[in-house]
């Protein structure tokens, strides 16, 4: 466990050291790499492979910024996996993937008295940059031993079961729709979180949120990083360097690199493929 | 123990099982007979992966004909497929583990069915023997009253066979169950009574097999 | 009325192709939005396009034809990055505006351009369905039931795949030369994705039919814009 | 771990690159520019009258200038990152951006370095920023009032006497308040309101639109669509032979090399300056050089405004602390002389500051105002 936490610990220590800059980006990178641990519990250990988990993350942002009191229901929207996982395993990425394109076509129309739509909201909370690091980092720290910890245990097992052989699950008294909530649901409360992070970092919130850029990062983060709970964050920090951090320095070819990145990751065998 | 009242199962028109009426106590039976003659699809009733089109089944006097197949497992009838249903991608000593959710009794377990070698190995490394043997094993772990095996011999080698043969004797004395198989003379001396299953009906019961 | 069948040819053709590269192919093919782009880009040339249409899909092919979904699926969205940008590199202008010729059939106004796209699409529709429903689409199904299943049948699964992915490649190069707005950008082509990809999911719950049933949606969802939306 | 290895190599490298900043006498001025994504092509043009201004404020003014490009992509967030960078590469100020949210997160970000931003294109609300305490954010691009103003100026010139509305979905908010506008203060009868949605999910969705218009018989179609789907609208109005004239917010529709290609009849469109026009002495070598220098006609609203938030912040940080020089001073720029109210947005409507309007009828182009 402590090695596999030590390595994301020190990785976190280095940002400050680098100036605001480099902070910031970080601040993107960890955020997004919770929604990517979010993404890896339905994707590793219950088998459920999510375009959608641009959801939650842009629905708890959302309302963050019309009504910070109610940001305690984001979570609620679990219920949409749970619905589109009706279609099952082999549809569940595109089911997703559609509804997140449709959120995101339907967050422009969203305007509170002449506010909103296209524009989006601007979030009444604000905190300077280092108060909001130190919170990501120990979020995202507590939430990659929780899961760790989660699929050794007892129901982290069973899930793992339910998602190999649903009638053997069945067959041994596990009820599988159960385990299926549990999951979606601790993924949806870990994507929200992560969304209103983002929300808090960038105190605004538009509809970008919902744009499949955000749908697919914890898809592209966890595939070019081995695909473990542990080393998800180096693919994060990866994917948001490149198509952020080198704008400035060669504005043109910086997207190029990120896709030659992308296409060595994918085709780049690893020592033990999972 | 078991009572099933004029069972009938249709798919669509076609007829698999027609006005079952049986009445078990404790002890070994096996259903015999040929091909789509309803035996795998009598055990998925009772284990409640299927639904009867009509009848009832009570289980110690319980109305188990509308229980979800999780649900009946847990009131003690557990059955191991022909085709083994186990979690791939799970070590030996989790499946078994997951079944009987108790550390020491899965390496009991293990030796009674003689799965100590490759507890560690994941499913897909073990033979079909021993493949079989796991899935046995993990409807034994749950410690049922009644215990379903469906074809256990099927597509198993001798020596597997004979394994599984001395298993059921061992269990005999202190287990219930419901064999279905299209070779009943390998239970001679195990089951107690034989039941020929002829196009969804039960066409005879023999205290010895044919 | 005529200029709403051609758009629904030319998207359910699009929808196909991404159904046939994740049945088939087993990959959620995101570079044909760049494939497309580059098809409108080359407008002037649909014979390049085509080339190059199937170039990429081949590249495609050959570089994920050992990995699974997921993998194979960001590389093709690593490609579809590379495509588009190298074309925003090599065509640095605002807009291109192509010069569009109008066709008058059965006094309505149809673009030229537009009509032979329509063509092709039905076309190749037609050769595929008279395909679907002859006996050689069992390998088609088999390949997408399984390709070890395929192998045991005596299918070469690596050719197949290749095949498919050159050759939606190509056709969506073509038909995307041929069916532009007469201005291009460079996020045409993932606009032409997307809204494919909608008809595709919808159409694969029906697995085997989903083909015919790709079609009947783009008609469907098409002319419900012109009527009700 | 052969992949973390190389990861960390290129975190390795990108950081390098990203913290490097060189040190030379000049006036640096970021410029952030959509050069990925959606709004890509609206970069080019951008791009190209960055680099012009720069140009010119050396041979013209005489100021060192240099500009700093950043590719701030279609999202805010990807803005942000651009905007920081930009500042740490010690720039005076920044100018540019795109989009609505992509502004909104710039004007933030601005009064969070204290770093001057001025925007260039966008019509967001920068004013609420600057009332709530911002005094970092101008705006030297059209406030939303300002275009519903363009829009009914047009109607009374062309003295139309109905118009109907087409409004694109995507910019739903930027199109309502224009239309809003228009109807609370144009003579002209209103025939109606039609909206299209984005070519993504509903390709054909803007004929609908089309056809609802000819059938209102409106004479002016007013068209809230600035990007190239309001191509596919003209043409297909065309192919409809519809009547009307049909006033565009400017944008795709307000290229001259665009509507030569188009071939269509009596498209009208603002612009913040047109070629011919001699608003001040820079508006002639604007056009004149742009044509030399890239071999196309100058884009004449996110172009033009872009060089002339260059050439403002050059003189404003040339005399002095940027904000103030801002606040009090007035700058000459290619479409007029600009200067910024109390809510440092640039006083479009003035005397020496006004949009331009043209009509492109019978293959050529003519300026109305």
Known sequence: MLAKVLPVILLFFIPPFLGNYVLFLSLIAINLGILTLSWQLMEKDSGWISFGQSIPFGISAYILAINPYLTFLAPVNFLIFLFLSVFGKSLFPFATFITSIATWQASNYLTINGKGGEEGFSVALQLPSEKIYLASATIFIVFLILLEVLSKSKIGLKIKAVRDNEIAAKSIGLDPIKYRMFAFFISSVIASISGILHAITFSHVSPSVFSPFYALFPFVASTISYGKYYTCIFGSFLVVFLTHALTAIFPEAHYILYSVVLMFFAVMKYAKDS | MLKIVNLSKFYGKLLVLRNINLELDDGIYCFFGPNGSGKTTLLKIISGFEKPSSGRIFFNGKDITKMKPEKIVKIGISIAFQLPRVFWNLSVEQNIFLACMDKEKVYSIAELFKLKKELQNIPRKLSQGKLKLLQVSMAYARNPRLLLLDEPFAGLDVESVEQLLDILRNLKQHKSMIITSHRPKLLRGIAKKFFELKGGVIAGSKENPP | ????????????????????????????????????????????????????????????????????????????????????????IIFKKEYIITHVQILELFGENVIWNHFIAGIISISFLFLFFSFLFSKKSKTLKIVEEDYELAEIYGIKTERARKIILSFTGGLIALISSFYNQGIIYPTIGWQNLIFATVIATVANVFKEKSYLFAIIFAVVIICLQKFFL | MRWFLLFLTILAVILFLGCTAEEKKEVKIGVLIPKTGEFSSAGVVMENAAKLAEKHAKEIFGINVKIIIA??????????????????????????????????IAADTAKELKLVYIASVASADLEGKVKEGNRYVFRNAYNTTYWGVLATEFLEISNASSYYLIGFDPLRTFNAALFNYVKNNTKAEFKGEAWYKSPSIAPEDYKKAVASAIASGAEVVILGDPGPTSVSVVREFAMRSGKATIYSVGGTLALPYVLKNLSVNNVAFQAAAMEGQEKTNLTKRYFEDYRSIFKEDANNYAGILTYDAIMIVAQAASKGDPVEQLEKGSFIGAAGIYSFDENHQAKWGSEKLKGSLGIFRDGKIEILR
């Open chain 3, 1 to 88: 009325m005529i200029s709403e069948f051609l758009a629904a040819s030319f998207f359910s053709v699009f929808a196909i192709s991404v159904l046939l590269c994740y049945r088939a192919g087993k990959i959620l093919n995101l570079s044909l939005s760049s494939i497309s782009t580059l098809g409108a880009y080359l407008h002037f040339n649909p014979f390049l396009a085509t080339l190059l249409g199937i170039f990429a899909g081949f590249l495609l092919h050959e570089s994920t034809k050992k990995l699974e979904i997921a993998r194979a699926t960001i590389f093709s969205l690593g490609l579809a990055i590379a495509i588009e940008e190298i074309l925003r």
């Open chain 4, 71 to 104: 590719d701030c992509g279609d999202k805010p967030e990807t803005t942000k990152a651009a905007f920081m960078s930009l500042s740490q590469q010690g720039v005076v100020a920044v100018v540019g951006a795109y989009s609505s949210p992509q502004s909104l």
